[in-house]
């Protein structure tokens, strides 16, 4: 394949130009970050795994009126998106307390919140992630209330939606974090908003309905064991684990 150019490298992909504009090639690393970026490492496979994972949910979303960046996976490790100004902030949707929040409100691991919590943090490395309100958020011009009011909708339906899913396949999903973006809209001419990034165990608390056993990037944090195996099993359960498993392949050629 020829070589492409490099846009960015994050901490578990890096972005290139896509092959027409207005599009992007997300590659998926087998790279792992915990506690910002203070603890490294890999787990084998997870690029491949992650990257079957969120195209299977975004496209399940995208069936129910959800707008996402997805547009086709394209071999291994890689998946063509529409590009999007990325709105700096993480959403992160809880439905049982876990990770910052218990410590946060000292609230018991796996206590079954009253209702669905959303919260906002604000995307910088630097900073170490902040939590935000929505009074920041439009104060410093990163969204507007009515892109706030949308972000809020859309993270409840996916978390409706996603619920569900995971539930069936005897997963509940306790917590999980959202990117949206925006994109130019040739039918209105204006700026909507849709889904972006991925959708994976690095980004959602899954546990196991039965035994509680978490079979996400907390295995990893805590250094718990079986990450692999975390993720194949999440795959497997969703009936996308790769034929012959998740093979790896030669990283990307960048131009930078
Ligand atoms: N469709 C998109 N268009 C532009 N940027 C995107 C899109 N989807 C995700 N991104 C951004 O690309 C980066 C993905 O790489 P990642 O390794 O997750 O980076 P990070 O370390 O910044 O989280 C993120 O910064 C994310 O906000
Ligand atoms: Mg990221």
């Known amino acids: 394949m020829a070589r492409r150019r490099q846009i960015y490298e994050g901490k578990a992909k ?44 975004m496209l399940r979303l995208a069936e129910i009126g959800v707008p996402t960046h997805f ?28 990770g910052s929040l218990s410590k946060r409100f000292g609230i018991q691991d796996g206590t079954v919140l009253p209702r669905s919590i959303v919260e906002y943090y604000y995307k910088s490395d630097e900073l170490g992630d902040p939590m935000v309100t929505e009074e920041h958020i439009t104060a410093f011009g990163w969204a507007s209330i009515q892109d706030l009011d949308e972000i809020m909708s859309l993270s409840l339906r996916v978390n409706d939606y996603l619920s569900g899913l995971f539930l069936g396949i005897g997963l509940k999903l ?56 975390a993720y194949q099993e999440v795959a497997r359960r969703l009936g996308i684990l790769p034929e012959g498993g998740p093979r790896d392949m030669p990283g990307p050629s960048t131009v930078q």
Do not use: H
């Open 174 to 229: 306790v917590d999980f974090k959202l990117e949206f973006g925006r994109v130019y809209d040739d039918q209105t001419d204006e700026m909507t908003l849709v889904l972006a990034d991925e959708i994976s165990p690095d980004n959602c608390r899954l546990w196991d309905v039965k035994t509680n056993d978490r079979l996400d990037k907390d295995r990893f944090r805590r250094d718990m064991g079986g990450v692999e195996e």
């Open 14 to 57: 890096v972005l290139f130009e896509g092959p027409e504009p207005g599009t992007l090639v997300q590659y998926f690393k087998d790279d792992a970050t915990a506690f910002n970026n203070q603890k490294k490492g890999t787990i084998t496979g997870k690029g491949v795994l992650n990257n079957r994972i969120s195209e299977y949910l």
């Open 71 to 98: 547009i086709r996976r394209l071999n291994m490790r890689e998946q063509l998106v529409r590009e999007v100004e990325i709105i700096p902030i993480e959403v992160v949707v809880r439905n049982i307390a876990a």
